[in-house]
């Protein structure tokens, strides 16, 4: 029996790794990836779609949809800083025996480490509970904690590393992440 993709949701937001290595192990488990990351967006479209209407004028659902288009892309370009970053603190030894394997049990590692930080978004769900939040001083400070957990979970889930190597790759890619929100103002998950 398939386990519902709102308890995958809340178990890889209690960063179960459990729930990070079916991720990694299954190649179906991409479906339930995007799945988490549009209900992510939901949460977060609906926590913002009240302002925007307010603020701008603009319909609810024209904000719920351009939240989910952008949240499905952020998740891409994460993924795909992430891979070089996996490559750079995984032993090429380790990551030529478990990577480049013509199994199929085994997808190639860009494909596993989106799976892996699909389920990696759940924090930023709790981006919908800003109302708790008006001065927004300590909810994105949460977010950006819980994200870098759920980070260093997906690499120890993606690859064939050591705990201190997953949390170097994690620290790296929040790093490039906040230099690139810093620099241009884009806000990556």
Avoid at 71 to 81: A, F, R, S, T
Avoid at 94 to 112: E, G, I, N
Wanted: net charge positive; charged share 15%.
């Amino acid at each position: 029996m398939k386990t519902p993709v709102f308890q995958r949701l809340f178990q890889a937001l209690l960063l179960r790794r459990s729930v990070y290595e079916y991720a990694a192990r299954e190649p179906d488990s991409w479906r339930e990836a995007v799945a988490v990351v549009c209900i992510v967006a939901l949460a977060e479209g609906l926590s913002l779609s009240d302002v925007v209407s307010k603020e701008l004028g603009v319909p609810a659902a024209l904000t719920l949809f351009v939240v989910m288009a952008y949240d499905l892309v952020c998740w891409l370009l994460v993924g795909l800083l992430a891979y070089p970053i996996g490559r750079l603190v995984t032993p090429r030894a380790a990551s030529t025996a478990v990577f480049d394997d013509a199994d199929a049990d085994h997808a190639p590692d860009l494909r596993r480490l989106l799976r892996c930080f699909g389920f990696g978004t759940a924090p930023v769900v709790l981006r919908a509970f800003g109302f708790l939040d008006p001065s927004r001083s300590w909810l994105p400070m949460l977010v950006g904690t819980w994200l870098f957990a759920s980070s260093f979970v997906a690499y120890r889930a993606a690859l064939p590393t050591t705990n201190a190597r997953a949390a170097l790759a994690a620290f790296l890619l929040r790093a490039t992440i906040i230099v690139i929100h810093l620099t241009t103002g884009v806000q990556l998950l």
